[in-house]
Every structure is written in C-alpha cells, then in structure tokens.
Nanobody, 116 residues
Framework: QVQLVESGGGLVQAGGSLRLSCAASRSSFNAMGWYRQAPGKQRELVARITRAGSINYADSVKGRFTISRDNAKSSVYLQMNSLKPEDTAVYYC????????????WGQGTQVTVSS
C-alpha cells in the first residue's frame, strides 16, 4: 500500500509564505503534484512535475508557487509565496505510477488557510 504523507499546511496572513512537503512510501513515480479543493468547489490542479522535470502550473499560481521534487527521497514540495485568501483550500499530494496505465495515489490532505 502506497502512502503519501503531507506536511506544512497552516494558517498564514495574506502575502505570507508556506512550504508543503509530501513524502511517498516508495519510489519510482512518474508525475507527482499538488491539487487543492476549496469548500464548495471541485478539486483542481495546482502544480505537477514529471520524473524528467517537466512542470505545469495552474494559471492562478504562476509566478507565486514553485514545485520541486527529490526523486531520491520520493518527495515533492510546493513553495507558496505571496499567498492570497483565495488560495485557502485543502491541498492534496498526488503521485502517478510508471507505466502505460498508471495508478494514481492521493495523500490525506493538508489545510492551508490564508487570512486577509
């Protein structure tokens, strides 16, 4: 059973920063990333990084958030700067296994709350 353990969420004022971390219980994932879900809204992609280093960001976080990963540690990180109240959500770590039909794994989520 693969486990993704997130950490780093919390309460921060607008304009502040937080760094999320996610550690997987095994290695050899293709893409890893972060999604978020605000109350009453659908879960949405925040940022995604492949094993080769290709990165995608949601338009709403470009220039403010930075995703990175450490393949040796099976970990992915999200540095969030210039946080806005609209960034408030539960943030979920996501990992896709290698192969033509990848299995998708999710963490339990970590709350990020940005106060105005």
């Amino acid at each position: 059973q693969v486990q993704l353990v997130e950490s780093g969420g919390g309460l921060v004022q607008a304009g502040g920063s937080l760094r999320l971390s996610c550690a997987a219980s095994r290695s050899s994932f293709n893409a890893m990333g972060w999604y978020r879900q605000a109350p009453g809204k659908q879960r949405e992609l925040v940022a995604r990084i492949t094993r080769a280093g290709s990165i995608n960001y949601a338009d709403s976080v470009k220039g403010r958030f930075t995703i990175s990963r450490d393949n040796a540690k099976s970990s992915v990180y999200l540095q969030m700067n210039s946080l806005k109240p609209e960034d408030t959500a539960v943030y979920y770590c996501n990992a896709e296994s290698l192969g033509l039909r990848p299995t998708v794994y999710w963490g339990q989520g970590t709350q990020v709350t940005v106060s105005s």
